[in-house]
């Protein structure tokens, strides 16, 4: 089974613009969760979505935005970037998800500067 | 913010020897799972011990789980090069709620 893929692996952008971040998660898994690493604040849960529906959401602005498509397949938005913004941004999927039982399979990653 | 504390934060060993990592957590969970890092890439699950689990075992791992004083630690024994990393321990409470809250890292460098 192919692994978590995340594109792009490397983004460079400046204040002020967006950005669109993609996942594809494991065939079959349909939950998907998005992670920022930054070295000051660690690794914190930005949102999880399951079925195309946003299940759970961190404590970030609403300037992160995610969605999920038909085929599983997560997006996430950052819109107005800042450049606290920039970090190591992780997806992970899992089958279900549920209850925390299921194990979750992290991509490589997509690292974001911002300048 | 984070949930779980990691202690050390940094640990040296020479090749060979055991490598010991502890993690606090602050509220009650479901289960809790530690995950490896290198050099900032994605991050590899390596073991899941439910909250009525006391010990697990899985090749050169042993993690053990005190729910009492919420904590855990995560033994690696006879350390090769190629663990090098860091090392994350990540908890799913018990309110619902998806999500893994991980702990601050143990970086453990082995030394050949």
């Known amino acids: 089974k192919a692994g978590v893929t995340q594109t792009p692996r490397y983004l460079i952008k400046t204040r002020g613009q967006q950005v669109t971040l993609s996942c594809s998660p494991i065939s079959g898994h349909r939950s998907v969760s998005w992670y920022q690493q930054t070295p000051g604040q660690g690794l914190q849960f930005l949102f999880e979505y399951f079925s195309e529906t946003q299940r759970n959401k961190g404590n970030f602005p609403g300037r992160f935005s995610g969605r999920q498509f038909s085929n599983s397949r997560s997006e996430m938005n950052v819109s107005t970037l800042e450049l606290g913004d920039s970090a190591l941004y992780l997806c992970?999927?899992?089958?279900?998800?549920?209850?925390?039982?299921?194990?979750?399979?992290f991509g490589p990653g997509t690292r974001l500067t911002v300048l | 913010s984070q949930q779980g504390e990691e202690d050390p934060q940094a640990l040296s060993i020479q090749e060979g020897e055991n490598a010991t990592m502890n993690c606090s957590y602050k509220?009650?969970?479901?289960?809790l799972q530690w995950y490896r890092q290198n050099s900032g890439r994605g991050l590899v699950h390596l073991i899941l011990i439910r909250s009525n689990e006391r010990e697990k075992h899985s090749g050169r791992l042993r993690v053990t789980l005190d729910t009492s004083k919420k904590s855990s630690s995560l033994l690696i024994t006879a350390s090769r090069a190629a663990d090098t990393a860091s090392y994350f321990c990540?908890?799913?409470?018990?309110?619902?709620?998806?999500?893994?809250?991980f702990g601050t890292g143990t970086r453990l460098t082995i030394i050949p």
């Open positions: 990540a908890s799913i409470s018990n309110f619902g709620n998806e999500k893994l809250t």
């Open positions: 992970a999927s899992s089958f279900s998800g549920s209850g925390g039982t299921d194990t979750q399979y």
């Open positions: 509220t009650s969970i479901n289960n």
